[in-house]
């Protein structure tokens, strides 16, 4: 489940649901299953799988979607665009994507929406050493508030 800051509905908690792009919203959960939210806009974090050996590399991928036919603007303080954070079973930080890279201080604007309904970021991350459960979450890390997907990881021999 992924939660996110709702930039066509201020204020909304949404929650997508699976990694297919379900949204629904809190605010009235049975009655916005309607067809017209299915897979309107929102945020999806993936691995190609949910469980690894340890030290083997991990490729993950982050994609935000907006099919609503309106343009959403976000906006950044610097190049970097997106972040995945690796915590341990205890909520620790073991790593860290963003950590040994430097963006350059420009500000940006990304437009997601017609004629370009999707952002996609992906990265490769080193390998787990120490066997247990992860949690994953990617960033897009936007001005208006970062927007922010969990996925959980398990490492064994």
Known sequence: MLF????????K?????GLVGLVVSTQSLWSSM????????GLTLASERTVYRPSESIR????LFNRTGQAISLHFKDTQRFDFLVLDSKGRAVFRWSQDKQFAPVLGTETLGPPRPELF???EIP???ETGRYTVQGLVVASEGPL???LTLEIRP
Do not use: C, E, I, K
């Not at 908690?13 to 649901?17: K, S």
């Not at 993950?60 to 994609?63: E, I, M, R």
């Open 13 to 17: 908690l949404t929650v997508v649901l």
């Open 148 to 150: 922010a997907g969990w």
């Open 34 to 41: 309607r067809q017209d939210l299915m897979s309107s806009y």
């Open 121 to 123: 970021f992906s990265a």
């Open 60 to 63: 993950l991928s982050l994609t």
């Open 4 to 11: 996110y800051r709702d930039f066509l509905h201020p204020g």
């Open 127 to 129: 390998g787990l050493r």
